[in-house]
């Protein structure tokens, strides 16, 4: 939890815990269950998987109270790479519709302030942010957190610009880390180079909050023909965001 992939982008997605946890300021403590009926499950992709995001989201808005992270069985979502270049310096996870593909991720059991954090990282509340907060249902993707259960379903941050494809039309696999995402990006595109550089750390430097230019970016990916639906797009409400429950004005911070 030393260091946030907000503050140092090539770590991006960060580190995972290993198991389900409790995470409780800089402690990460076992997780005792059934969590509390009044929070509600947020599948994480990337980085919100990860404590040190995670306690870096909630002390911007000095948020003390306690996450619980349960990690999950997971059929029918992958993990893809979004198609916008992030503020914070990297090139993010999104979520992809794979029926049949099976992973193991972390569900997010939130409280109304949490949630309304979290929504408000990923842009969900802006008309000109990045991701829509969607319901996934069972049976469409099944979440098993281990215990003979299968979850009703969870939420899920969706791209609004869709996510990068592999070449053939397919979302492509996110690979996990940065370095190699960003040097394979960069290496298939003089376009990219010409804006952010020749190495994984030049592109970090200059898109870190540099808005214009992660706007140019992400209008690239679209202009050079690398960008595909992820095929959850069905699961977006449209002309509603799908914030916070009422009566939680959702804060304001950078978007990824």
Known sequence: MAEAPREHPLLYPGA???????????RLLPLELPVPEDRVPVLAIGSNASPGQLRHKMAEFGIASPV????VRTTGVDIGVSAHV?????VSASPVRSPGVVRELFVLWLDAEQLAVIDASEGVPMTAGNFDRAWLPSPDVRVEPGDGTVLGGVYAYVN??????????????????QRPLLTELLRGSARLRELFGTTPEEFCARARADRR????????????????ASG?????????????????PPPTAPMP
């Open 16 to 26: 995972w815990p290993r198991e389900s946890g409790l995470l409780d300021g800089d």
């Open 232 to 248: 959850l797009e069905r699961y977006v409400v449209p002309g509603r965001s799908d914030g916070p429950p009422p009566g939680t």
């Open 68 to 71: 619980p992270m349960l990690k």
């Open 160 to 177: 609004r610009h869709g996510v990068l494809h592999d070449g053939a039309g397919a979302p492509r696999r996110h690979p996990g880390e």
């Open 86 to 90: 992030s503020r914070m310096g990297y």
């Open 213 to 228: 230019l992660c706007e140019r970016g992400t209008r690239l990916f679209a202009e050079e023909g690398r960008v595909t």
